[in-house]
C-alpha cells in the first residue's frame, strides 16, 4: 500500500486505447513450456533497439498447472513450501499428500478446462504493461517482464536463467497478489532471495520490490468496473437489493495471530472498492478455500451464500478480491462448487469477471511499476518499502528477516 | 461508511475556532447522575429560542462507570446483554459471572482514578457537535445531544425519559463506535427498538440512524494527529523506525465467522489512517482485550509487543482505533498494563491520545451529523444506510431483523 504513487491516470475513462499503437507489434502470447517470459522487449530486437540489457519487471505468484498433468507437481511444490505450510519432516510428508490429493485437484482442473489460466494471463498482463511502461518510464526501457511461480512451471530457477541469459542488472520483484501475506508474497520474496544469494539471477542485480498495492486506484477502478457489469445483469427493479459478496482466499487463524498483514489489506480493497461504487449496495467480506481441520479466517464463503438463502437475500454477486487473473478458485470453486449450490438455494448468483485482460488493470500495473521505478531513481524511496521491513511480531522464520535485508541492501 | 459524505471541511488545518464564538454559553458540563444530557440547546432558553422542540442527537455507546460503587451494575448489565453474549440461562448466570469480576474490575477503576471518564467526553462531544451543528444545518435547529449509554447510566430507559420531556418528534441515533459491529452498534440499536417500539421516547417520534463511520476524512484527521504528536516525543533520528501499533478491542471469531463487519471496518481506518500518514512509519494491526477461553481475533495487542521487543523493535506508538474516548481500556490496559510490561523489555512506548476534546473530531461528529440530516431532508438517503439493512449471513437474532426493519421505517 504504501508502494504506489499516486498517479494521475483518469482510470474511469481509461480505455486503453494509449496501448493500441504500442501493441501491434507484438507477438501472439506464447504458452508453450519453453518460453515463460513475454516477447516484448526481446534482445536485440526490442523496440527500442539498443541492445541495451532489459529491465526487468519480475511477476511473482503462486501459478498453477497449465495442463493437468503438471498437477501433481505443483501440489508437490506447495506442500513443499515450508514458508506457506510447516510441516514435520516435510520432504517426506509432502510428496504423500500431494499424491493423495491429486486425482480430486486433476479432476477440478480438467472440468474447468484442462489447466489454470493464470500463465496465460500473467504473460498477458506483463506484456502489455512492459509496452506501457517503455513510454512511461523511458530512461530505464527497454522493460521486460518475466514471470516467476512459486508452484509452477515457469518456477524461480527459470526464471533466474532468463534473466541471466538476458544479461539483466537491474530487476524489479513485482508481486502479483494486490495484498501481502507472508504465505503468498512473503514465500515468493522468500524463493527469490535463496535462489538470488546464491547468483542464480547473475552477478550484481540490483533488485528493488514493489510488495503491495491492493489499494491502487487503478486496480479499485478495474475491479469496481467489473462489479459493475456484473450487477448490470439484475433486472434494473431490483439491483439495489443484490449483495455484493467479495471473497478472499483464507488464512490459518495462525498464520493472521502471527500478525500477518493480509486480512487487513484485504479489507481496506474491499473499502475503497465500496467507496469507489458510493456504496450503491450492502456488502460482506468472506473468505474461501479453506482445508483442513484447523481454523482458517471466516465467515466462510460457501456458509455465507447459504445464510444469505436463508435470509432470503437472493440476488448475490460474487466478486473474487485477492487475484488478478482467473484460476481454479474462481472458474471451479465459485462458478462450478458455489455458483451451482446458490442456484440449489434458488439464487440468482452473477459472478464478477477476474481482471484477466482488462486494460485498466494493465494501465494500473503500468503506472505503478513507473511510479516505483521514478521513486528509485529519485531517491524518494529505497528498494523496499517502510512497510516490508517490518517482519510480523509472532514471526519465528529466520528466512523472513535475511530476505527484508538482502532486498533493502537491493539484492545484496 | 456509506452513512457520511465527503464533506468540504479542511480538517488538517481545522482548529475548532469555528465553535468558540457558540460555545460561550455552555454550562459546565453536567456529571451528576440527575443530568445527563447536555445542557446546550435546553428548552426553554435554547440558543435559538423558538420553544421548538429539539432535534434529538442520541449518542450511542458502551458506557462505563462513572465511579468505582457503579462497577457492579455495569457488569451485570453488560452480562445481561445476550445481543453480546448469549448465555445459558443469562439471568442467572449473569450476576454471578459479574460478582465474581467485580473487585478486580473496581480495582482497575480505581487505579485510573475512580471511574471512567467516558460519560464526561462523550457528553462534551456531543454538546459541542450540537452546538457546531446548529450552525451547519440550521432548519433542523435547535440540536440536543443525549447520551445513551449500553452498561452504564445513563440507560437508554432514563434517556427515553428525557426525549419524552423535551417533547422530541425527531431523533437521530448516533453510534459513538466508528466502526459497526453487531456486539455494539447492533447491540445499542437493538436496545433502542426495543424501548421505542414500547413508546418510552414518546409517541410518533420520527427516527434515523448513522450507524458507521469509520473512514470519514475528519474522523482519520484527528486520530492521524493524535500519532504526529505521539510520535514527535522520539528522537528525530531514530522517529522514523518507530512501529505504530493501532489496537482495536477484540470480537469472538464466533462473531467474526458469522459474517460481522467490524474487522473489515477497522482495517479501513487504519489503512485511511496509514493513507493519511503518508506511510511514514511501518504498521500493524492488533487486538485487545480478550476474555475467556473460546477463539478471538488476533494478534494479540500483549504478545504483539513482546514479538516485537524480540525482533528488536523497541520504538513503538501505541494507538486505540476503535473507542473515541479513553476508557479502561486505554487508561489501565494500554497505559498501565502493557506499557509497563513493554518498559519491562527495554521498548520506548507511546501512547497516541484518545480523541476525547479534539476539536477536529468533534467538527466531524458535526459534519456527520448535518450531512445525514441534509441528506434525508433532500431525500437523498433514507433512515438508514444500505449497508444496515444486510444481516450478517450468519445471523439467527430475530430481533436484528425487526429493528433493521424498525429504523428503516423511521422508528415505527
Known amino acids: 500500500m504504501d508502494s504506489h504513487a499516486v498517479t494521475k491516470t483518469d482510470y474511469k475513462s481509461y480505455t486503453g486505447a494509449f496501448t493500441l499503437l504500442h501493441l501491434t507489434h ?5 504458452v508453450s513450456h519453453l518460453s515463460f517470459t513475454s516477447t516484448h522487449g526481446a534482445l536485440p530486437e526490442g ?3 539498443s541492445g541495451k540489457s532489459p529491465t526487468a519487471i519480475v511477476m511473482l505468484n503462486m501459478g498453477g498447472p497449465s495442463t493437468v498433468s ?28 500431494a499424491r493423495r490429493r491429486t486425482p480430486k485437484i486433476e479432476q477440478q482442473y480438467t472440468d474447468i478446462g484442462g489447466g489454470s489460466p493464470i500463465l496465460r494471463y500473467t504473460q498477458l498482463q506483463g506484456e502489455r504493461m512492459a509496452a506501457i511502461l517503455d513510454e512511461l518510464h523511458p530512461s530505464t526501457a527497454p522493460h521486460k517482464s518475466y514471470v516467476a511461480f512459486r508452484y509452477a512451471k ?18 524489479v520483484a513485482f508481486t502479483q497478489y494486490p495484498q501481502y501475506s507472508c504465505s503468498t508474497t ?15 539471477f547473475g552477478d550484481g542485480v540490483e533488485w528493488s520490490v514493489i510488495d503491495r498495492w491492493g489499494t491502487h486506484p487503478g486496480f479499485i477502478e478495474a475491479v469496481a468496473q467489473n462489479i459493475e457489469r456484473a450487477l448490470a445483469k439484475f433486472p434494473e427493479s431490483t439491483r439495489a437489493d443484490a449483495v455484493l459478496l467479495f471473497s478472499a482466499h483464507s488464512l490459518p487463524m495462525s498464520v493472521v495471530n502471527r500478525g500477518d498483514p493480509y486480512v487487513l489489506e484485504v479489507s481496506a480493497t474491499v473499502a475503497a472498492v465500496m467507496e469507489r461504487l458510493k456504496h450503491t449496495n450492502p ?9 483442513g481441520p484447523s481454523a482458517w479466517m471466516g465467515m466462510q464463503t460457501g456458509e455465507a451464500l447459504k445464510g444469505l438463502a436463508r435470509l432470503g437475500r437472493k440476488q448475490v454477486v460474487l466478486v473474487p478480491i485477492a487475484f488478478t487473473s482467473d484460476h481454479i478458485e474462481t472458474l471451479y470453486e465459485l462458478d462450478l462448487e458455489y455458483a451451482r449450490e446458490a442456484r440449489e438455494h434458488g439464487m440468482d448468483v452473477h459472478r464478477a469477471e477476474s481482471l ?34 517490518l517482519r510480523c511480531p509472532g514471526c519465528t522464520n529466520a528466512t523472513c528477516g535475511q530476505q527484508k535485508t538482502w532486498f533493502a541492501r537491493g539484492g545484496r
Do not use: C
Open 283 to 291: 456488502y460482506r467480506l468472506v473468505w474461501q478455500s479453506q482445508v
Open 154 to 171: 515457469p518456477l524461480t530457477d527459470a526464471t533466474a536463467q532468463q534473466l541471466k541469459a538476458d544479461g539483466v542488472t537491474r530487476a
Open 26 to 30: 507484438l507477438q501472439p502470447v506464447q
Open 47 to 49: 523496440p527500442h533497439g
Open 356 to 389: 484477466n485482460e482488462s486494460p485498466v488493470f494493465i494501465r494500473a500495473l503500468a503506472d505503478m511499476a513507473s511510479a516505483h521505478l521514478k521513486d528509485i531513481t529519485t531517491g524518494k524511496s529505497g528498494p523496499t518499502s517502510i512497510q516490508m521491513a
Open 186 to 200: 512473503g514465500s515468493s520474496l522468500n524463493e527469490l532471495y535463496r535462489k538470488g544469494k546464491t547468483g542464480a
Open 70 to 97: 503438471e498437477t501433481h507437481d505443483f501440489l508437490k511444490n506447495l506442500f513443499l513450501d515450508n514458508d506457506l505450510i510447516p510441516l514435520p519432516f516435510q520432504s517426506i510428508i509432502a510428496p504423500l499428500i
